[in-house]
């Protein structure tokens, strides 16, 4: 268990932060969520945190963390380093860097693009992130069709860095009915027993065009 609280800044509408939040909850590792929206990012006191003015990020203690995927890779060295969440076997390991990047890449500027763009007016080309959807999808349509999970043969931080963006990507214009696998997948996840959804978007008091 941490010596200090734990501190997770985000919104409730960011992807990034929620899959953060998902691994956390499955740690069972005591938190505090501390909202930031737009305007708390753009203030000083948040760019001691972040000078990117981005969102997730993490405080346990005296540490200070950013993105995402990275917190996700700290939290379990830390807290479950012999957890099947980030597994140690080298071809495991690999598998699940692979589809770190994909969330930080396809996922990033396909379904969670595409959604931003539609529910927060973000200034960027839809025709494009709705394309990287397709083809993302595609992709995993074939791979999770002889896979329960992406990268091992159980749940791992692969699973929830790609989760919340692929489930919501109807919001986004982007219907999951093509993906029958992709769709057993997030039942999956959402049957986890510590699983907690991500809200519908977007809720009055949450909009802004930075919700990722």
């Known amino acids: 268990m941490p010596s200090s609280e734990i501190v997770l800044h985000g919104t409730v509408l960011s992807g990034h932060a ?37 969102i997730p990020v993490l405080q346990d203690g005296d540490l200070v963390l950013s993105d995402s995927n990275a917190i996700m890779v700290y939290l379990v060295r830390r807290y479950a380093p012999d957890s099947a969440w980030l597994p140690g076997d080298p071809v495991d390991a690999a598998q699940v860097q692979r589809w770190l990047s994909i969330a930080a890449g396809e996922v990033m500027h396909g379904p969670c693009t595409a959604r931003l763009v539609t529910q927060f007016g973000l200034n960027d080309d839809k025709a494009r992130a ?83």
């Open 130 to 212: 709705k394309r990287i959807a397709a083809q993302l999808l595609a992709f995993m349509e074939q791979h999770l069709a002889a896979h329960d999970y992406l990268a091992a043969s159980h749940p791992t931080v692969a699973d929830l860095a790609c989760y919340s963006y692929v489930a919501h990507a109807p919001e986004g214009g982007i219907s999951l009915l093509p993906y029958p696998a992709v769709r057993d997948w997030l039942a999956r996840i959402e049957a986890l027993p510590f699983f907690k959804p991500m809200p519908p978007s977007p809720l009055p008091d949450e909009r802004d065009d930075d919700a990722a």
């Open 18 to 54: 929620h899959r953060v939040e998902l691994l956390l909850l499955a740690l069972g590792l005591p938190y505090r969520c501390e909202p930031a929206p737009k305007e708390i990012r753009q203030s000083a006191a948040f760019r001691k945190l972040n000078p990117l003015g981005q």
